[in-house]
Nanobody, 116 residues
Framework: QVRLVESGGGLVQAGGSLRLSCYASGSVAISTLGWYRQAPGKQRELVAHITTSGEITDYADSVMGRFAISTENAKNAVYLQMSSLNPEDTAVYYC??????????WGQGTLVTVSS
């Protein structure tokens, strides 16, 4: 069965950077990889996603220019480089994988806390 594991979350000062990683295990043919986040008291929202070919990317307006998504297809991995972090970025970040049959798999989440 497909499993996704995130890492890289933690506590960071405002203006700092973090890099999140997500690795998928199991047999799967990947179509899309990406990240969602859920801040306290808010709905889960899309942060960024990318096709495995790198042909299409999409970012939330709130992270445009600060976050960068990338993939390493040979490792079934997706990364999120986060810079210029602010307290509004505090959330649990979840990676997801959509396979070629449009089935979606989710990671367990990793907490990012940005302090003032």
């Amino acid at each position: 069965q497909v499993r996704l594991v995130e890492s890289g979350g933690g506590l960071v000062q405002a203006g700092g950077s973090l890099r999140l990683s997500c690795y998928a295990s199991g047999s799967v043919a990947i179509s899309t990889l990406g990240w969602y986040r859920q801040a306290p008291g808010k709905q889960r929202e899309l942060v960024a996603h990318i096709t495995t070919s790198g042909e299409i990317t999409d970012y939330a307006d709130s992270v445009m220019g600060r976050f960068a998504i990338s993939t390493e297809n040979a490792k079934n991995a997706v990364y999120l480089q986060m810079s210029s972090l602010n307290p509004e970025d505090t959330a649990v970040y979840y990676c997801y994988l959509q396979d070629v049959d449009s089935t979606v798999f989710w990671g367990q989440g990793t907490l990012v806390t940005v302090s003032s």
